[in-house]
């Protein structure tokens, strides 16, 4: 079988409409609301009107035996983790794991406690991050995605390394 000469493949095509499958949708920039501090405040658990700070702080930890690290301020974790050039609040907690095939990228996720919220952040680290929600399927974190997480979720960072987020201690 020979191939269509150039002029043929030419006539062949001047009939050939192609189209989508998928509908066309127009993107559309959504209106942003502004949202006052007292009610962001509320949200998170911070107002002056509620009851006050959160009623216990969460820790994680690293592995099964090692010690919890508590939420009383962030957490960031890798290989060598560092702090932002640019700091807001609290300096974070620095949490050193072991990475021998170096899945694990120097600054790879920050853990906080927001309100009565866990946030794990992964912080564009080059291998990913996966969380593991009791009863859900595991979740592959994108660069910069943060995500709430509940007592018992784990997370997987590389090279056998683990979070495993522990309940709430109660304050008092």
Known sequence: M???SPEATDELMADTVMTSRRPVVDLVEPQRERVSRGALDAVLGLS??????????????VGEF????????????GRDPQTSRISTGALPRLVRVSSPGHEVSGTHVEVRQVGSSVIVTDLRSTNGSVVMQPGSIPRKLRQGESVVVSPGALVDIG????????PMQRLG
């Open 2 to 4: 020979t191939a269509p």
């Open 48 to 61: 002056s009107n509620s009851a006050g700070p959160p009623q216990g702080i969460y820790s994680f930890r």
């Open 66 to 77: 090692a010690e919890p690290v508590m939420l009383d301020k962030p957490a960031r974790v």
């Open 159 to 166: 090279d056998e390394n683990i979070l495993q987020i522990l």
